[in-house]
């Protein structure tokens, strides 16, 4: 059975850091996609960063140059370094692993959710 278990979310103010953790069992993440959703109250769920399995990273627009996502293979752990945090940060934040190298095919496992907020 998988478990995706998120932690690190919390409450900082504007232009403040956080460092999300994902730690997988019963997956192996090596090879595969996997990364952070996040989904803010009244909005849609959206891609925030991924790993695909041949290690390229993608990340949407709005955190560019702000985030960054990285794993440990060998703990099956999946990070998310925020930066320079703002208000339009504040969601809900989902660890998601897929079955394939590529993000294209979609995520199959998702974890509970971390929360973050943000004050300003």
């Known amino acids: 059975q998988v478990q995706l278990v998120g932690s690190g979310g919390g409450s900082v103010q504007a232009g403040g850091s956080l460092r999300l953790s994902c730690v997988a069992s019963?997956?192996?993440?090596?090879?595969?996609?996997w990364g952070w959703f996040r989904q803010a109250p009244g909005k849609e769920r959206e891609e925030v960063a991924v790993?695909?399995?041949?290690?390229?990273?993608k990340y949407a627009d709005s955190v560019k140059g702000r985030f960054t996502i990285s794993q440990d293979n060998n703990k099956n752990r999946l990070y998310l370094q925020m930066n320079s945090l703002n208000a339009e940060d504040t969601a809900m934040y989902y660890c998601?692993?897929?079955?394939?190298?590529?993000?294209?095919?979609?995520?199959?496992?998702w974890g509970k959710g971390t929360l973050v907020t943000i004050s300003s």
């Open positions: 790993i695909q399995g041949d290690g390229s990273t």
């Open positions: 019963g997956y192996t993440a090596s090879n595969r996609c």
């Open positions: 998601a692993a897929g079955l394939f190298r590529s993000c294209r095919y979609g995520m199959s496992y």
